[in-house]
């Protein structure tokens, strides 16, 4: 468990300096009132770095400007984060839902002990003190304080248990739309990603990696690439050459210039045929049992209109904008990596691994992160980077290029799934059946958290869905490609799930012929946060309103991640096949807000990364090889193909439910049901294939 109060030897706060004070992990406080917050998460675009100081600052009672951020470093007691068993690491779309207490907690106990200080030093009560604005205030003589003065004093003041947080009705900060601490960082340009380190004497490698998962190198002829001018050595490893040179013009040249021979090892028979047919096979035999409610079976002998379908996914990569890049310093006894990392104590340990080192002489700095994804919980990157930096005197800083990146990733996983339901004389919903298979990235990444053949990330949005099933019965088989690294990637399960889960549902009701939207809300009876959003999302998109020929809304409702989210998504289809979203309307109910301003953004953000998916997204293989190498086989959503976007947020008293990948499990499902609205077919197999869709 994050750990929110720390004790010290002398019963009292941590001293920050000569007149400061650390009263616990997260603060501290100097004598000049600078309040510095160690960040336990990491920001990559989502605005962490903005929201969680709020909750801080609203506590603390002080003005957000006045807060200063620090990466944390790597260290699980301190830092780990609750919702992940203690894990440091940032994902799963919990930052504030992680932070939401511990934060809060910190921010109320360090104000707590500056009341408790000023108190002391005016003889009063602390409840004639209260708390304002970075300063302590005595209510009946005005007299105050700021909290910079008080900072030595309150290091010497006992650790309260159990403050008092603020009520809702009472915050200031928490629910208004703050702008952003790093946006002026990251429009001047002085905000440092991990790309960004400069460091005296550094050099600049890139890397080949054997083409098929699991190769080897069998020679390398180094010899051109040794003459090209600023290139200063050649590093071999058992599966990659690096080359290393004063630039990365030179470096990659280099890297042209070589003549590699691969082993390509066991897996260079392999292809995206060859690996749906086993997961085809598999969803033919029982799995394990993610969730049974009522009798499938029984229900399903009895249903009047029966439908069987068989969705597929591909693999999925990144491609972060800020490609794949680690600094390491290796030395005889320490060992120094300058990184933008999700995980950063996973990422230290694996180093010291590597580095055949003890963790306290493996130091990692973290930077802001262009682009995580679930690609940066991985630490692949930094172990490739030390194990170049070993043979490499000096600091190297290692950078993948777009077509390394992309073709050595670490992929969202394929899935097939087998899924069946059947309706009563009235139309009503009365089975559902779904056996599935796919790889496990839990199993994986944290195999404590895979049990029984089944793990919560894989199977969330296929179980314990917001609909009102009589009978249902979910199964998933675990099936791990041959050789291909699946990994974290926005949304993860959800990314699959939802989809599969929202396109049959709109195969019900169109089965049942009613309206997908009414269809949906008679299921939701027992849900009525889900209905509330389902109900406004299609109110703001004027469902049932007339469109064009060719064109129609399509709709999705989840609840994951521990928000609820209704889409409505418009298309427009070309005879030829080619599709238009227009427009999406989002509602969300993610409980307490505590930047509206950054929900909007993150819904809008994961629209875009899934309507990219379902457009364009496909990793496939041939030969053992991933066949796509750069945005041109990869293909991103460009500006003018993005939609108007629409995001309603619900007003909500509950604890915050996550948000930065919500927008992107939702919107795949939507999209494709638009698209049966307007043509009639329907696509159970991702991307969009436009040939489908021909007139």
Excluded at 37 to 59: D, F, K, N, R
Excluded at 200 to 208: F, N, S, V, Y
Excluded at 389 to 398: E, N
């Amino acid at each position: 468990m994050l750990s929110l109060n720390i004790p010290f030897a002398n019963g009292g706060a941590k001293a920050a300096g000569a007149a400061g004070f650390a009263p616990n992990a997260f603060i501290r406080i100097g004598s000049d009132g600078e309040v510095v917050l160690t960040m336990p998460y990491v920001e990559m675009g989502q605005g962490t770095y903005t929201s969680i100081p709020m909750l801080l600052a609203e506590e603390l009672e002080v003005e957000l400007k006045q807060v200063r951020l620090e990466h944390a470093p790597p260290d699980e007691k301190l830092y780990g984060n609750p919702l992940l068993g203690g894990i440091q690491a940032t994902g799963n779309s919990n930052a504030i839902r992680g932070a939401w207490q511990p934060l809060r907690e910190a921010g109320a106990t360090a104000r707590t002990m500056l009341i408790a200080a000023a108190a002391k030093q005016w003889n009063v009560d602390p409840t004639s003190c209260a708390a304002r604005t970075g300063e302590v205030h005595h209510l009946p003589t005005g007299k105050h304080i700021p909290y910079g003065e008080l900072a030595g004093d309150a290091a010497g003041m006992p650790i309260p248990q159990n403050v008092a947080l603020k009520k809702p009705e009472d915050f200031k900060l928490i629910g208004t739309a703050a702008k952003r601490l790093d946006a002026p960082g990251k429009v001047d340009g002085s905000a440092l990603y991990g790309i960004d380190v400069r460091l005296p004497g550094l050099t600049i490698a890139t890397l080949a990696q054997s083409p098929v998962f699991g190769g080897r190198v069998k020679s390398v002829d180094d010899a051109a690439a040794k003459a090209i001018k600023g290139v200063r050595q050649i590093v071999q490893l058992d599966d990659a050459v690096a080359v290393v040179a004063d630039h990365m013009g030179a470096a990659k040249k280099g890297l042209a210039a070589l003549t590699i021979e691969w082993d390509e090892g066991p897996h260079a028979e392999v292809t995206t045929d060859t690996i749906v047919e086993e997961l085809d096979k598999a969803t033919l035999a029982p799995g394990a049992v993610a969730q049974n409610i009522g009798d499938v079976d029984r229900a399903m002998a009895d249903a009047v209109i029966k439908i069987e379908a068989t969705y597929q996914v591909p693999f999925l990569a990144h491609a972060t904008m800020e490609p794949m890049n680690c600094t390491v310093h290796a030395r005889a006894d320490s060992c120094e990596i300058w990184v933008g990392t999700q995980a950063i104590a996973r990422a230290q340990a694996m180093a010291a691994e590597v580095a055949g080192m003890p963790l306290e002489k493996v130091a990692v700095h973290n930077h802001l992160i262009g682009g995580g994804f679930g690609r940066r919980l991985e630490a692949d990157g930094v172990v490739r980077a030390v194990q170049i930096a070993r043979q490499v005197d000096g600091p190297v800083k290692v950078v993948w290029t777009r077509e390394e990146d992309i073709q050595h990733d670490m992929y969202r996983p394929a899935f097939l799934d087998r899924i069946s339901g059947g309706l009563d004389a009235e139309g009503k919903l009365i089975a559902w059946n779904n056996r599935f298979a796919g790889s496990s990235v839990i199993a994986r990444w944290v195999p404590p958290g895979f049990n029984n053949g089944l793990d919560p990330d894989t199977t969330e949005g296929a179980i314990d869905l917001t609909y009102d099933l009589p009978n249902m019965h979910v199964e998933y088989a675990r099936v791990e490609p041959p050789g291909i690294p699946t990994a974290f990637w926005r949304s993860v399960g959800p990314s699959h799930n939802v989809f599969v889960t929202e396109s049959f549902m709109d195969e019900m009701a169109a089965a049942a012929k009613q309206d997908p939207v009414s269809f949906r809300l008679g299921l939701l009876d027992k849900s009525p946060r889900a209905k509330a959003v389902l109900e406004l999302a299609a109110e703001k998109a004027g469902w049932g309103q007339p469109l064009p020929e060719r064109a129609g809304r399509g709709v999705s409702v989840q609840f994951v991640f521990a928000s609820y989210m209704a889409q409505v998504a418009e298309v427009e289809v070309s005879k030829a096949g080619e599709v238009k979203v227009k427009r999406v309307v989002c509602a969300v109910d993610c409980g307490t807000v505590v930047n509206p301003d950054t929900v909007r953004a993150q819904v809008q953000s994961g629209v875009v990364f899934g309507i990219t998916a379902a457009l364009y997204g496909a990793v496939t293989l041939k030969d053992g090889r991933v066949e796509q190498s750069n945005f041109d086989t990869y293909q991103i959503l460009r500006m003018n193909e993005t939609p108007a976007i629409e995001v309603h947020i619900v007003q909500s008293s509950d604890p915050p439910g996550g948000i930065g990948e919500t927008g992107t499990s939702a919107i795949a499902p939507a999209v494709t049901n638009a698209i049966f609205a307007a043509t009639g077919t329907r696509l159970r197999r991702l991307p969009i294939d436009s040939t489908e869709l021909k007139v």
